[in-house]
């Protein structure tokens, strides 16, 4: 049922047997994934199944126990968020994206300033270029950002996500995760999120989007996955699947039989 | 990415004008402050004044302008330093028994000292991001463990015999102001230099406004903490050299009380506890209104029981006024 | 050697009303504002103003040479200053002086006493002579003492107990227990570190306080242990005296603070006038005890710490 | 509502149990920390296990305990009062007053100091919920305002001559502990009561772990507030007038730094600044580890310097630990 | 096209004529609308139209610059969000709803502590009573909440829920206001949401439903009015209506029209 096995050389990401635990408690049991390029990949599952930390992994945040990463074919092993982003991954979270006290420029270029040398020695940032190259950007993604030198508190919710994304399109990202990037918008800019997603995947990007709107990730979304406490338990091309499965996958319904057939979905 | 399409000049000019617009409101509590005490000291006392006045206000001003940049950087991360006072006296402590006790002169005494307050600041800042204590906390604690240290280096007496050259720092003047000022100006030019146009700055306003965020975009928040108490210590160690200079004798138990001087002159510049705003313009002016204060009342002969109820209004007005220009805007 | 009060004249009418400041070590100490009312008092008399002005500890080294130099730019006609520290005034002091300002200092001079006269008790010779009497009349010649003293920075409080040391030196069947302990000031502390001394050394005989904080202290723990200890100190409030009358402080010190502002003003009256004035001039202490306390000798001593004092009230 | 089913009697213990466990875990430091040191000192000098000596540690720790209860609401409301010290000095100040110049009797003297610390703690509230001060600068405001008040009260005099009645209160005894130690006893019993079983305690606990959701519930969040700062103010007076008993004499300037062995005795004691945590005997504790800290040291001949940097380590160490606790979980 | 005039005398709640503004910013406009017991009344609009607004005027958190509130035919006016509470309006918001270090017995019961009389006189927290009640409520809605000493700390977004519900259905509420309360959660955990939204009407209860997801909002609410800029555009029943049409009034498409007709909705 899981078309995944084809991408498998030429994937923009790829992830396998991943294992992560806090304490006591064991988070990710094993978990292995791919992503091509240009492909939306949904990820769903219930509260707590390990997505969040499945993404904190890629990007840098955590270090699995077990497991490796393979970022276009090549192994990749990230002890900090800063590696993962000078490896072409951004993370677009709902929340804690930006720092509400700088504006949108500095927000977009946070962590990689653009640096002139003052008097030829002193490196100080180059603002010119960062406000130049923020208007021009966001022409492009035709966001209703009303100036980029707006704060980030004074941003719809909409409109930080934008941000976000322009960040993530700058800086030529080849995978973007992005988890629950909707959860508090409204039906439009909700519309607009996901048509940047898939304006990224146009772009040649690998976009990881995770959610708990079934309807929204069937819709945009080229394949899905399903975690389940850990694991991943479902892999389908979103063409051929339905909520009704995916929910039976997500409620660990299916799961006597998954555990049998998992290797069927490295 | 260079060769992107060049920006709009409407664009171009705008966020200038709205930063500078920011950056003055920030800065109106004291400015007009200063303004108003100087119109009612200079009717008061004409001689408040005074080129010479001024001289010693400049000198009067230094130390704690020069801990309130500190202060700005850690305050501007959301942190606090309580410790400044007992910082001040160990380090004036150690240099001043370097200099004496010692043949090694006073660029090393200088040097070694600033070492000091590195050594200090990274303590703090480790003791913040190693061992996950807040900063008022670890401040506190060193603010206990650098008042006994300062008694014990000598066992509690004063040092004193500095070294004449060693009062230069106080004394000596370029165009007429105390080099203490000096140091003071070129300090606080670096500062606002580094604050706002450095990654470093950037990086610590980014931290204070939301920390995670800032870990998430790949900056190395526990490493750029660690950077900023050590800057805060060193910068604490030279207001304790600039202090020593001034007062030409060590005291174990000086210093008392600065940091609070110097979170005030934050608070009263427009920096806010919660992080993530303060300019080093606004500190250096919020430690020059309180100075004025101090200097004004007793040249008009105002009793200084009164300038310390004064002083309490003017740093709690200053965050009303503050709050209240944020609601209207 | 060292002149005394008597070496100053009276002076005639001043020819103005001048303005003096008169700066101590802290603002809140009875000692220190026992200087201001002699300083006001003789003031009131030539037709002179003064403003009182301190830190609020007496730690704050910066903040008095801010305020010496601030009277110097006030344009003040004299200054009378208790000197935090020795070597750190003596800057701001020299700049009054090239203005021509006239400076007195009183209790804690500088070094080298630039000052045009230091007025202050001989705290070392002061100190010796309550160790012997300490020594002679309330040890016999044998037994312990210990000493709090009110900070280490300050030149009184380092003469202090040195005096005491060296006075006690002659009788070697006395001897002192542990470090020397600081109230900082605080009577709290004083409080709590003779508590412990009490406890501590269960064979004391003598607890020095040098100064009216670091004697205050001390009296009230043994009056609360309702031990035997007896204390002995220097200066006096009216915290002490109760405690002189209830022979719990034995022995106590008492200079001439009252004196020293009234004097201080004398001395900057003649310096205007034109008149030489001796480098130092010696102010008189007396050695306050429960037996002496009701006689005119103390009773005029006491007041110079309290002008309204009444012997038997 | 009282008609629906009673309990099963493991869901009645089960909360017990788990809410005592919390409890011994919050003080585990304190206390373990207490019986080291008196298994220390005990042995450097055997005298400091003489029951004379506990006496006077009941003494010595009375004033701090009874400032760190009102710490406690005040941090648990997540909070911070730095203005205590100077309470103290200005309420006993006012305190003596009464006493020795007016003829209103010892009733009158005590009520009308706990009137002003009421009256304190409204400036402080008021800033805090009206103007929008951050507690941290109200106080700050309120520590000089307070201290210059003290100084204004009889121009920097002290006031002695109390009447003996009034010393009764730190040296009369019962059972033989001081009365002193009793008043703190008794206030921590009523604080721990108050914190723990009342709808007091609870919104101030629910204040301090999300005021919003407090004020959602239908707690008058700036009213409670505000009656906190008006409680920790009454503490503070009442701090003032033990110590003014202890000490037999009104200094203006006394109190100094009381403030910050109050706040760290509530975060030894397991409270956290971020509000939410804290509990009475907890913060009793932490004073009194730091008192027996100050008086073994002495006992045991170790300078008192040393005890000032001990005291710093012990600070940090307790969010340290306090910290690792909850990591480990 | 609406149906609700017909309920007039007889809502649980009914406001009209609401008008709010911050500082410059007219946020709420002239709002009017009713709720009948036993009904679940979905809330829907674009972000900023002022749903959550409305929501704390009527729970009392803000008050209205004018217009008045009506519970079951009576004026109210609530200064505070404890007047509102005792009125029988409950509010569950998405966050800020928990003190997290308060157990789960605190937290339903917060603001309005049962008491006794300590020796017959003080009165002090009655914890036999809160933890035998909460057992008993737990019990009831069916949550997985693991024990009612167990602190808000430690529990999911689902259980979070459940006792913000819990709170609602003990304390025998008239109205129940739920502000996205699915926003965060996995596709269970919103069954369970719903399900209680539902249970709650089913024993009398007015349930005002914000939310973002057309889907959820047709599905479980028996009406929905869509905001728009701070008034009120439609007010429909749900089998009548269909996510088009109130996309299109979300989007302020059929605004023109709507201001003609706008009376037809009070
Ligand atoms: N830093 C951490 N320390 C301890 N436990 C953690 C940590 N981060 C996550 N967990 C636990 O790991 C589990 C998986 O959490 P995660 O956030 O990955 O779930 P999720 O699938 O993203 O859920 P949701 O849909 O609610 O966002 C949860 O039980 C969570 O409590
Ligand atoms: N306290 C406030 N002060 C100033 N403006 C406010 C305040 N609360 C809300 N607003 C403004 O009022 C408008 C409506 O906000 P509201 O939260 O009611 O929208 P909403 O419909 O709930 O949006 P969302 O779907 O994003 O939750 C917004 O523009 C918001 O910025
Ligand atoms: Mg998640
Ligand atoms: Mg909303």
């Known amino acids: 049922m899981s078309a995944s096995g084809t991408v498998s050389s030429t994937a923009a990401l790829e992830v396998s047997g991943i294992e992560k635990r806090f304490g006591a408690v064991e988070v990710l049991r094993g978990v292995s994934m791919q992503v091509a390029p240009g492909e939306v990949l949904g990820v769903v599952g219930d509260n707590g199944a390990g997505k969040s930390t499945l993404m904190k992994v890629i990007s840098g945040v955590h270090r699995a126990d077990a497991g490796n990463i393979r970022l276009a074919g090549h192994d990749v092993a990230f002890r900090t968020p800063r590696d993962a982003r000078d490896a072409g991954i951004e993370t677009i979270y709902q929340d804690l994206a930006l720092a509400d006290h700088l504006d949108v420029g500095a927000n977009i270029f946070l962590g990689r300033e653009p640096i002139r040398r003052f008097a030829g020695l002193i490196p100080m940032l180059d603002e010119r270029k960062i406000h130049g190259e923020v208007a021009a950007l966001l022409g492009r993604i035709e966001s209703h950002i009303p100036d980029p030198s707006a704060r980030a508190l004074?941003?719809?919710?909409?409109?930080?996500?934008?941000?976000?994304?322009?960040?993530?399109?700058?800086?030529?990202?080849?995978?973007?995760?992005?988890?629950?990037?909707?959860?508090?918008?409204?039906?439009?800019?909700?519309?607009?999120?996901?048509?940047?997603?898939?304006?990224?995947?146009?772009?040649?990007?690998?976009?990881?989007?995770?959610?708990?709107?079934?309807?929204?990730?069937?819709?945009?979304?080229?394949?899905?996955?399903?975690?389940?406490?850990?694991?991943?338990?479902?892999?389908?091309?979103c063409a051929d699947t339905s909520q009704t499965e995916l929910i039976r996958y997500m409620t660990g319904y299916a799961d006597a039989e998954t555990n049998k057939t998992e290797g069927e979905y490295q | 990415m260079d060769q992107r399409v060049a920006p709009k000049p409407e664009i171009e000019t705008m966020p200038r004008g709205r930063a500078a617009l920011r950056f003055?409101?920030?800065?109106?509590?004291?400015?007009?402050?200063?303004?108003?005490?100087?119109?009612?000291?200079?009717?008061?006392?004409?001689?408040?004044?005074?080129?010479?006045?001024?001289?010693?206000?400049?000198?009067?001003?230094?130390?704690?302008?020069?801990?309130?940049?500190?202060?700005?950087?850690?305050?501007?991360?959301a942190g606090i330093d309580i410790s400044q006072g007992s910082v001040v006296a160990l380090s004036s402590?150690?240099?001043?028994?370097?200099?004496?006790?010692?043949?090694?002169?006073?660029?090393?005494?200088?040097?070694?000292?600033?070492?000091?307050?590195?050594?200090?600041?990274?303590?703090?800042?480790?003791?913040?991001?190693?061992?996950?204590?807040?900063?008022?906390?670890?401040?506190?604690?060193?603010?206990?463990?650098?008042?006994?240290?300062?008694?014990?280096?000598?066992?509690?007496?004063?040092?004193?015999?500095?070294?004449?050259?060693?009062?230069?720092?106080?004394?000596?003047?370029?165009?007429?102001?105390?080099?203490?000022?000096?140091?003071?100006?070129?300090?606080?030019?670096?500062?606002?230099?580094?604050?706002?146009?450095?990654?470093?700055?950037?990086?610590?306003?980014?931290?204070?406004?939301?920390?995670?965020?800032?870990?998430?975009?790949?900056?190395?928040?526990?490493?750029?903490?660690?950077?900023?108490?050590?800057?805060?210590?060193?910068?604490?160690?030279?207001?304790?050299?600039?202090?020593?200079?001034y007062t030409a004798a060590a005291q174990p138990t000086s210093g008392g009380n600065y940091e609070l001087y110097a979170i005030a002159a934050v608070v009263i510049g427009g920096g806010s506890l919660f992080g993530g705003v303060g300019?080093?313009?606004?500190?250096?002016?919020?430690?020059?209104?309180?100075?004025?204060?101090?200097?004004?009342?007793?040249?008009?002969?105002i009793s200084s029981y009164v300038e310390q109820v004064i002083l309490g209004i003017v740093v709690v007005g200053a965050v009303y006024v503050d709050n209240l220009r944020r609601r209207l805007r | 050697k060292d002149a005394t009060v008597a070496a100053l004249a009276t002076p005639a009418k001043p020819a103005k009303a001048y303005h003096f400041e008169l700066i101590t070590k802290s603002n809140a100490s009875p000692y220190w504002l026992a200087v201001r009312s002699g300083a006001d008092e003789a003031a009131k008399k030539y037709g002179a103003t003064v403003s009182f002005e301190a830190p609020a500890s007496g730690l704050d080294l910066a903040g008095q040479i801010g305020m010496v130099n601030n009277a110097v730019t006030a344009g003040t006609d004299g200054l009378i200053l208790a000197a935090q520290n020795p070597q750190a005034l003596l800057k701001p002091v020299k700049s009054a002086l090239a203005a021509h300002i006239p400076v007195v200092t009183v209790d804690s001079g500088l070094s080298p006493n630039i000052a045009d006269t230091f007025l202050a008790t001989s705290n070392i010779g002061a100190a010796a002579a309550l160790a012997k009497y300490t020594a002679a009349h309330l040890m016999h010649g044998k037994g312990q003492y210990a000493i709090v003293d009110f900070n280490h920075t300050a030149s009184t409080g380092i003469a202090r107990p040195k005096g005491f040391m060296q006075g006690m030196k002659a009788y070697t069947g006395i001897k002192r227990m542990g470090p020397?302990?600081?109230?900082?000031?605080?009577?709290?502390?004083?409080?709590?570190?003779?508590?412990?001394?009490?406890?501590?050394?269960?064979?004391?005989?003598?607890?020095?306080?040098?100064?009216?904080?670091?004697?205050?202290?001390?009296?009230?723990?043994?009056?609360?242990?309702?031990?035997?200890?007896?204390?002995?100190?220097?200066?006096?409030?009216?915290?002490?005296?109760?405690?002189?009358?209830?022979?719990?402080?034995?022995?106590?010190i008492l200079q001439s603070p009252y004196d020293m502002g009234y004097y201080a003003v004398v001395a900057l009256l003649d310096k205007i006038a034109g008149k030489t004035l001796p480098k130092r001039i010696s102010t008189p202490y007396f050695l306050l005890t429960p037996a002496n306390l009701g006689s005119a000798k103390a009773t005029a001593a006491i007041r110079q710490y309290a002008p309204d004092y009444k012997p038997a009230g």
């Not at chain 1, 941003?155 to 976000?164: D, E, I, K, P, Y």
């Not at chain 2, 080093?280 to 007793?298: D, E, F, R």
């Open chain 2, 279 to 301: 300019t080093i313009l606004g500190s250096v002016l919020g430690a020059l209104l309180m100075t004025i204060l101090k200097n004004g009342t007793q040249l008009a002969g």
């Open chain 3, 180 to 252: 020397i302990q600081y109230s900082q000031n605080d009577v709290s502390t004083g409080l709590r570190i003779a508590t412990t001394m009490l406890t501590q050394y269960p064979k004391l005989d003598v607890i020095f306080g040098a100064n009216d904080r670091a004697a205050l202290g001390p009296a009230e723990a043994v009056q609360r242990a309702h031990s035997k200890v007896k204390v002995v100190g220097f200066d006096a409030d009216l915290g002490e005296i109760a405690y002189v009358k209830a022979g719990i402080i034995q022995a106590s």
């Open chain 1, 154 to 237: 004074d941003l719809s919710g909409g409109q930080r996500q934008a941000v976000a994304i322009a960040r993530a399109l700058y800086w030529k990202a080849k995978i973007v995760i992005m988890d629950e990037p909707t959860a508090a918008l409204a039906v439009m800019e909700t519309e607009n999120v996901l048509k940047m997603a898939r304006q990224l995947a146009a772009e040649g990007i690998g976009v990881l989007f995770i959610g708990h709107n079934l309807v929204e990730i069937l819709k945009i979304c080229d394949r899905v996955m399903v975690m389940y406490r850990g694991r991943k338990v479902f892999d389908v091309r």
């Open chain 2, 24 to 77: 003055v409101r920030q800065l109106a509590f004291a400015l007009i402050s200063i303004v108003v005490l100087i119109i009612i000291f200079g009717i008061l006392n004409p001689r408040f004044l005074s080129a010479i006045n001024w001289f010693h206000i400049t000198q009067q001003v230094a130390v704690i302008a020069i801990l309130a940049i500190g202060q700005t950087f850690i305050i501007a991360t």
């Open chain 2, 93 to 245: 402590m150690i240099c001043a028994i370097i200099l004496v006790d010692t043949h090694l002169g006073m660029v090393a005494a200088v040097a070694l000292t600033l070492l000091l307050g590195a050594v200090v600041g990274a303590m703090v800042g480790g003791s913040i991001v190693v061992l996950g204590v807040p900063p008022f906390i670890a401040t506190l604690g060193m603010l206990a463990i650098a008042m006994g240290a300062a008694l014990l280096t000598t066992n509690g007496t004063p040092v004193f015999g500095l070294p004449d050259g060693f009062q230069a720092i106080s004394q000596g003047t370029i165009l007429g102001v105390p080099n203490m000022g000096w140091i003071a100006i070129v300090i606080a030019l670096i500062a606002a230099f580094v604050l706002n146009k450095t990654r470093f700055g950037r990086y610590t306003l980014a931290i204070g406004s939301n920390a995670e965020a800032a870990r998430r975009v790949g900056i190395n928040v526990p490493r750029h903490l660690l950077m900023i108490y050590m800057l805060g210590g060193i910068i604490s160690a030279l207001a304790g050299i600039v202090y020593l200079s």
